[in-house]
C-alpha cells in the first residue's frame, strides 16, 4: 500500500463531499476509484498525480484549483494574451493564480465563460465526446420559418460537416434559444447563416447546468464547490439539471 501522499478521505472531505465519516463509507460503497482502480479505506492519493472520481466523475483533487465564471461583454477577447493589445477576459479575474478560459467565445459574443487551472474539468467540458450543453440566445435578422427551425433542429451543412442535432426554440419572432453541445468556432453564427438568418447578438445563457442571470456583463465570482461538482457530474453523462441554489 502506498505510503505516501494524502488520505483519500481526508481529500474528499476537503472537496465538500461531507465529513471524513461520510467520505469512508463513500470509499466503502466502492463509489470511488483512483487511477480507474476502486479504492479501498486507508489510501493515499498523490493529488498532483492521481486522478479520482466518484460515481464516474473526475473530481480536481488539486489543492489550489480556481474555477471563475465570467459574464463575458463585446469587445473583449477569449485569449490569455492578444498580441494586437486588445482587451481580454483574464484581464478582467484575479491574475494569481493563473488561469485560461474553458472553450471560446468570439469577440462579438456574450455570455458565460468558465475559467480555471483545471485541466481535467476543462478538458471534459470543451471535448465533444462528453457532450456538455451549452445554451445561447440569439437574435436574428428576419423570422426564422417553421423549416429553417427543424433544419437547425436536425443538422445544417457547414464547411467543416453537418452539425449534430440541436434543441432551438423560436422565445419571440427573431429570437431564438438554441442548446448545442458541439464547440466549433462560431458554430451558432454559421448555423444561422445556413438557414439564411445572420445573428446580430448572440448571449451564451448556460454552461451545462450553470446559470446566472444576475452576473453583469464584465462581472465574475467564483463557483462554488456544489457547481464544480455539478460541472463534473454533467461531463461525466450525468444528468444535467438546474444550477445549484446559491445565495444571491
Known amino acids: 500500500m502506498n505510503t ?82 486588445r482587451p481580454t477576459v483574464v484581464e478582467l479575474v484575479p491574475d494569481q493564480p493563473r488561469i485560461f478560459p474553458v472553450g471560446r467565445l468570439d469577440g462579438d459574443t456574450e455570455g458565460l465563460l468558465i475559467l480555471t487551472n483545471d485541466g481535467d474539468l476543462a478538458h471534459q467540458l470543451t471535448h465533444p465526446s462528453f457532450g456538455v450543453e451549452k445554451e445561447y440566445l ?11 427551425l427543424r433544419n437547425l433542429r436536425e443538422g445544417v451543412e457547414l464547411d467543416d460537416g453537418r452539425t449534430a442535432p440541436a434543441r432551438v426554440t423560436a422565445v419571440e419572432p427573431g429570437l431564438l434559444r438554441i442548446t448545442i453541445h458541439e464547440g466549433r468556432n462560431r458554430q451558432v453564427r454559421r448555423m444561422c447563416d445556413a438557414v439564411g438568418h445572420p445573428v446580430r447578438r448572440l448571449i451564451r445563457t448556460r454552461i451545462g447546468p450553470i446559470v446566472d442571470p444576475r452576473l453583469p456583463p464584465g462581472g465574475w465570482r467564483e463557483l462554488s464547490r456544489d457547481e464544480v461538482r455539478s460541472l463534473e457530474v454533467a461531463s461525466s453523462g450525468g444528468r444535467e439539471g438546474e444550477a445549484p441554489d446559491r445565495e444571491r
Open 4 to 85: 505516501e501522499g494524502e488520505r483519500l478521505q481526508k481529500v474528499l472531505a476537503r472537496l465538500g463531499f461531507g465529513s471524513r465519516r461520510v467520505c469512508e463509507d463513500l470509499i466503502a460503497d466502492e463509489r470511488v476509484t483512483v487511477n480507474g482502480d476502486i479504492a479501498a479505506l486507508g489510501r493515499r492519493v498523490d493529488v498532483d498525480q492521481d486522478r479520482v472520481e466518484v460515481d464516474g466523475a473526475v473530481v480536481g483533487v488539486r489543492p489550489g484549483l480556481v474555477h471563475y465564471l465570467l459574464n463575458k461583454p463585446t469587445g473583449v477577447i477569449t485569449t490569455a494574451d492578444d498580441p494586437q493589445g
Open 138 to 148: 440569439a437574435h436574428v435578422d428576419g423570422v426564422p420559418s417553421r423549416a429553417a
